[in-house]
């Protein structure tokens, strides 16, 4: 089982998953990143903020295959294997990115070209749904129980990585390859051709890993893997639902959004509004296994309590003061405290979700209730954010956020701590 694995072979394993995982995630936020760019070629002409909408419901719309695509791939992983289901998620993904690299514009083929744009995404938003529930299945059979909150947290890590490798990209673009108009013309294919090279590269990585103990020890004599067979854990699910509910939004909220927010609101260029977006996220990606280590010690729920509480009391006077910001390091430091509140719930939320699972349905059960509560209010920030500031009442987004917190906060409350009553180890138990 994955606790007799020495250091060296759990390394490799963890690193096979995790590089995936980047280049999932870079394919998948690129279009965020690049939408300031890409917006007008692929929908009617308007207004910026319009046009960012728009980009943004196909960025929504596409977060509506993830429970489709949690489904399948999570029933993929649990009855042929993870490594397998990760092999094909990343396949769909730089298919893709690659499918955006080469679609004409909207002034040459006018609709077809938003049709391109949103079959693209739903391709993706199936690969992505399938890619978290295997992924945090994967990295959390693999880690050793003494550190699995830390090995667990390299899943965003590698996330964040790769919309922070999207964005140095842009940075590299905006300041020393293209000029402002080069980039609005061409220069926004050059991030999903370098997608879809990277996934397809990623392929021969992901051959290699190791399949986890877990699934291949209880291969053999297990129930198989249904949507009936996870209606037997109901409390299960709809704590992943909850759990997920204020985390999702939250994440999107100031990782994704604050490049279009410090422009489109507080007034930025958008070189510098890229620049302050990729700084922040730095130091969200140190914090991920720092915080992880940290509930190997004390427990996953101080954590989640953690986040609950302080995004209950700070998210409305943390998104304001973005609004307000009048320099870069004023923008960066309000980004990087919003970013410091969900940590506490990012770098652990993976674990906790695969606790909770006996190992035949744990894909499943991790992908697909989380895929569904991300799709309804994650894919949903930027568009119901762009939409309040449209209608002219910006700041009932910051009170949307709030709300959503404090609802999690219930869950976190009222639920037991997965370290302490981890269905992982109980499976280690059985089959040791």
Request: glycine share 10%; aromatic share 12%; proline share 4%.
């Amino acid at each position: 089982m994955a606790s007799t694995m020495t250091p060296a072979r759990r390394l490799r394993s963890i690193f096979s998953g995790s590089a995936g995982n980047l280049v999932e995630w870079y394919d998948w936020l690129a279009y965020s990143a690049f939408a300031i760019y890409f917006a007008p070629h692929f929908f009617p002409k308007g207004d910026a903020t319009a046009q960012l909408l728009d980009a943004a419901a196909v960025f929504a719309i596409g977060f509506l295959m993830r429970p489709f695509g949690g489904w399948l791939m999570g029933l993929f992983a649990d009855r042929h294997g993870r490594r397998p289901a990760l092999m094909l998620s990343v396949l769909l993904m730089c298919g893709g990115s690659l499918l955006i690299a080469v679609s004409p514009g909207y002034d040459r083929i006018g609709l077809g070209a938003t049709a391109i744009l949103l079959l693209a995404r739903l391709v993706q938003g199936i690969s992505l749904g399938g890619e978290y529930g295997t992924s945090a299945t994967y990295l959390s059979e693999m880690a050793d129980r003494a550190h699995r909150g830390f090995w667990s947290s390299f899943q965003y890590v590698t996330m964040v990585t790769g919309q922070l490798v999207a964005m140095a990209l842009l940075i590299v673009l905006q300041r020393f390859l293209l000029s402002e108009a080069q980039l609005d013309a061409w220069g926004w294919r050059i991030p999903f051709v370098v997608g879809a090279l990277l996934g397809f590269s990623v392929l021969v990585l992901r051959r290699t890993m190791a399949e986890t103990d877990a699934f291949a020890s209880t291969a053999v004599d297990r129930p198989r893997a249904s949507l009936r067979e996870l209606a037997k854990y109901p409390r299960e699910v709809l704590t992943v639902a909850g759990l997920t509910l204020g985390g999702t939004l939250s994440y999107y909220t100031f990782t994704t959004y604050p490049q279009k927010f410090l422009v489109n609101t507080a007034g930025f260029d958008k070189a510098v509004a890229t620049e302050v977006s990729a700084a922040s996220l730095l130091v969200f990606i140190v914090l991920q296994p720092l915080l992880g280590a940290l509930s190997d010690r004390i427990g996953r729920r101080p954590l989640l309590i953690a986040f609950g509480v302080l995004g209950t009391l700070c998210s409305y006077v943390v998104l304001n003061g973005i609004a307000g910001a009048t320099t870069p390091l004023g923008a960066f430091a309000w980004i990087v405290a919003g970013l410091a509140i969900v940590s506490n719930y990012t770098s652990i939320n993976a674990v906790v979700k695969a606790e909770l699972f006996p190992a035949h349905i744990r894909a499943l059960g991790v992908g697909f209730p989380y895929a569904l509560t991300l799709s309804l209010f994650g894919g949903t920030a930027e568009y119901i954010a762009l939409w309040f500031k449209r209608i002219g009442h910006e700041n009932w987004f910051y009170g949307y956020v709030t709300a959503c917190i404090f609802v999690s906060l219930l869950v976190y409350l009222s639920m037991r701590d997965p370290m302490h009553h981890s269905r992982i180890d109980h499976d280690h138990e059985q089959t040791g």
